[in-house]
């Protein structure tokens, strides 16, 4: 992006957390990075650039309730993609059969029997339901916050507990970089200090030295 100057309107960061249940189950327990940690990347990696204010940030991966939806914009994303809560109001019961055709509650599936499972007008008003209240109760938590909106969140409005006695904001927690950090060479901590100075436009092997016997 700083080499030819062609930025993407919007990165979308899918944690771990997500999944569907038609993939691999190695993957769903193994592979993928937890959302908050690749959120931060993507966000303080933008920062550092001088270019997070004119690309958006979205951010998915088992986002159900109106809090998981306030903590993941305090961390830094624009928005949020949810499934997982709409899946279960549409009467998903995580069967992990999806790719398989045989849904046994007509969600994911083409079998014209099985999808008699899903009564539709039954089903179309309890996804209504979930999302006007989870908004209205992502309302209530931006107005307790004192604010206006909720693109106003940031981490110091999130409060962690980190020990039996003992509480601290997500801001004191998580590093965040100011404008141009990396363009400046203040990496602040050791992921980027390692790999920011050996990142290529041109490979994604560090230094061309990497390669599969």
């Not at 940690?37 to 986002?63: C, D, F, P």
């Not at 209240?133 to 106003?152: D, F, M, R």
């Not at 100011?178 to 390692?194: C, I, M, V």
Request: net charge neutral.
């Amino acid at each position: 992006m700083l080499e030819t100057g062609i930025l993407p309107d919007f990165i979308v960061v899918d944690g771990a957390e997500g999944g569907t249940g038609a993939a691999p189950l190695e993957f769903t327990d193994h592979v993928g990075v937890p959302l908050q940690e690749g959120l931060l990347l993507v966000h303080n990696t933008l920062v550092g650039i001088g270019l997070r204010q004119r690309i958006r940030i979205g951010a998915s991966g088992k986002m159900i309730t109106a809090f998981d939806i306030t903590k993941t914009l305090a961390i830094g994303a624009d928005w949020v993609n949810a499934a997982r809560g709409f899946m279960f109001a549409v009467g998903c019961i995580q069967a992990q059969t999806c790719h398989t055709g045989r849904c046994p509650t007509g969600v994911a599936t083409q079998d014209p029997v099985r999808q008699r499972a899903l009564v539709v007008p039954d089903k179309a008003d309890r996804v209504f339901n979930f999302h006007h209240n989870t908004l209205h109760a992502l309302k209530e938590i931006v107005q307790a916050a004192g604010l206006k909106h909720p693109a106003e969140l940031r981490a110091h409005h999130i409060v962690r507990r980190v020990s039996s006695h003992e509480v601290q904001l997500m801001s004191e927690l998580l590093k965040y970089f100011e404008p141009n950090d990396l363009l400046k060479g203040n990496y602040r901590y050791s992921l980027y200090e390692k790999w920011w100075p050996v990142a290529r436009s041109d490979s994604f092997s560090p230094k061309g030295e990497l390669a599969v016997a």
